[in-house]
């Protein structure tokens, strides 16, 4: 593999005594693609959370470009080059499709303070600027004519596709996704999978995938990862992952 972006060791997570993550060992490279699959209650998301430091592991420990991430704030984890979507749709709601990804940019921003409260040249060049990257990204979506539109008024897949948006204003290495697809129509779902290949493919991004929709994961990941009652069941390649009795008893089979 080459450089790895995220890695994840021996990560564990007890709630009230019952352990809902245990020994999880992960390991992405450059614009790789990894599928994240398991059934209802499996650990999935409370992965994501120790990911990006919503949960706080109780084992093991998470590196970010080789460096150890521990003790680290969601919004650490963000500067430090990790962004995500939730399982439900979180924008904001009633701000413009535009002003939701410019919040983002916001993030990585140079100018300081006083220069925002005395809305000084610095600011305003800065301002025009994040205007500027925040209708280009929009445009690599095909949803630059969408920009002054309310969130919220928005199709259901298109909210999906500009949390997506909102998440790579952060300038992350790696994303990850939970279940994007949950919901979305056949072309929506399609229009996601178009929305995939460019992050890798343009932004050399490494995405990490929660998906039920099998058919989708199945054809663009190249690696996947089984987890059932917090314990890794089985790594493989899609097809490997197929043909796996365990996964098949504890999942596909279901
Ligand atoms: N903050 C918490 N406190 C107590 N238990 C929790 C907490 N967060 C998650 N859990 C438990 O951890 C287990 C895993 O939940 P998680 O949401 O990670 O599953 P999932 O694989 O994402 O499932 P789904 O496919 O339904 O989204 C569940 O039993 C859940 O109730
Ligand atoms: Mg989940």
Redesign the pocket.
């Known amino acids: 593999m080459n450089q790895s972006v995220l890695k994840a060791e021996k990560l564990g997570i007890t709630?009230?005594g019952l352990k809902?993550v245990e020994n999880f060992e992960l390991e992405i490279g450059e614009s790789e693609l990894v599928g994240l699959i398991?059934p209802?209650?499996?650990?999935?998301?409370?992965i994501f959370n120790m990911l990006t430091g919503v949960y706080q592991p109780t084992e093991g420990a998470v590196y970010l470009g080789g460096r150890l991430m521990a003790g680290k704030k969601p919004h650490q984890m963000a500067k430090a080059g990790i962004a995500r979507t939730f399982?439900n749709i979180r924008l904001f709601k009633k701000m413009t499709v535009l002003e939701n990804v410019k919040v983002a940019f916001n993030l990585n921003m140079k100018y300081n303070g006083l220069q925002t409260v005395l809305r000084l040249p610095g600011y305003w060049k800065e301002e025009a600027e994040i205007d500027r990257k925040g209708r280009e990204l929009l445009k690599v979506f095909h949803m630059e004519h969408l920009a002054d539109n309310i969130a919220e008024n928005l199709p259901y897949g298109q909210q999906r596709k500009l949390e997506i948006a909102r998440a790579l204003a952060t300038n992350p290495k790696v994303l990850l996704l939970d279940?994007p697809a949950a919901g979305m129509n056949p072309t929506e779902t399609a229009e996601l999978m178009e929305v995939i290949a460019i992050i890798r493919k343009d932004f050399h991004i490494s995405i990490l995938l929660?998906e039920?929709d099998m058919s989708l994961v199945m054809s663009i990941c190249e690696r996947l990862v089984v987890i059932d009652y917090g314990q890794i069941i089985a790594k493989g390649t899609p097809k490997e992952i197929a043909s796996d009795p365990k996964v098949i008893g504890a999942y596909l089979g279901k």
Do not use: M, P
């Open positions: 709630f009230g809902a398991g209802n209650g499996a650990g999935k998301t409370t399982q279940e929660i039920h």
